[in-house]
């Protein structure tokens, strides 16, 4: 499993000009790919890390601060650009398996007393951010 977090003060997704997901106070946006071999303990792992990165200003983390995350599943995080101009896919999840793990991590947040909102899996999505920093960073579990 894979995300990149970016630290923000506002982001949205959007999907057919309706807002689906947002936070509008300092959190983070993060874009989450999943591989082939991820189960749910890469998304509790996810999850966990997601929730208690000391990221946000002076070291903070979303469970210390009560942040809110905007979760976005993000396939073309396992896009390979090795070979050639064109990205291969092979290495990111088909969505029957991505999708249930994307839920996965949505919930252990929840479960933790995160504050989570999400974009909507399968769908074109617009997603606007402010960057705060800008600030970003990889996670691969």
Known sequence: MRAVVTRVTRA?????GEVVG??????????LGVTHTDGPEQAATMA?????????RDEQS???TGAPL????????????????????????????????????????LSRGARVSTGRFRAAMEVESVNDGPFTVMLDI
């Open 70 to 109: 905007l979760v976005v599943s993000q396939f073309t995080l396992y896009g390979e650009t090795r070979k050639g101009r064109r990205p291969s896919w092979t290495a990111a999840a088909r969505p029957e398996h991505a999708e249930p793990l994307v839920q996965a991590v949505t919930e252990d947040l």
């Open 12 to 16: 949205r997704v959007t999907v057919d």
């Open 62 to 64: 979303c469970a210390s």
């Open 48 to 56: 966990r890390k997601l929730f208690e990165l000391r990221v946000l």
């Open 22 to 31: 947002e936070i509008d106070e300092p959190g983070l946006l993060v874009l």
